[in-house]
């Protein structure tokens, strides 16, 4: 694994319903290796925020989606050495066209009701984006 940048990487990410559910990734790898997520990364220089929200659900899930809008952020804080430090804009969006087809960062995917089953291992603050998104999308 190459060496944590010395500050903080900007990333965004899609709460993306479809008929009344949402889509939830398990992240394959680190961070959040093992836990239930939306799907999203680091935006590239030069690009837009939109731009990568659309690139990076493609690139994840093979989805194309509709960007309704943004429904918070959340700060992924370095807790040992090698991490990195994010910070994660989320946002609310609809389910345009495709069927999921997972790159290697993500190893399952599930359309599941917006109360979240209790079992799941969830990233940080995930229930609370997803809440906000659910408002803005009206479902």
Do not use: C
């Not at 093992?34 to 929200?53: D, K, N, Q, Y």
């Amino acid at each position: 694994m190459p060496p944590a940048r010395q500050f903080p990487q900007l990333a965004v990410s899609a709460a993306i319903f479809r008929d009344g559910k949402i889509l939830l990734v398990r992240r394959a790898r680190p961070p959040g290796k093992g836990l239930h997520s939306l799907p999203g990364g680091r935006i590239e220089f030069g690009e837009t925020v939109a731009g990568a929200l659309h690139r990076e659900v493609a690139e994840e899930t093979g989805l194309t989606i509709e960007i309704i809008g943004l429904v918070g952020w959340r700060e992924v804080m370095p807790t040992r050495p090698g991490d990195g430090h994010y910070i994660v804009m989320s946002f609310a969006a609809r389910w345009i066209t495709g069927d999921p087809i997972l790159n290697d960062e993500l190893d399952a995917f599930s359309w599941v009701a917006p109360e979240l089953p209790g079992e799941l291992r969830l990233t940080e603050g995930l229930q609370t984006i997803i809440d906000s998104a659910r408002r803005l999308v009206g479902v």
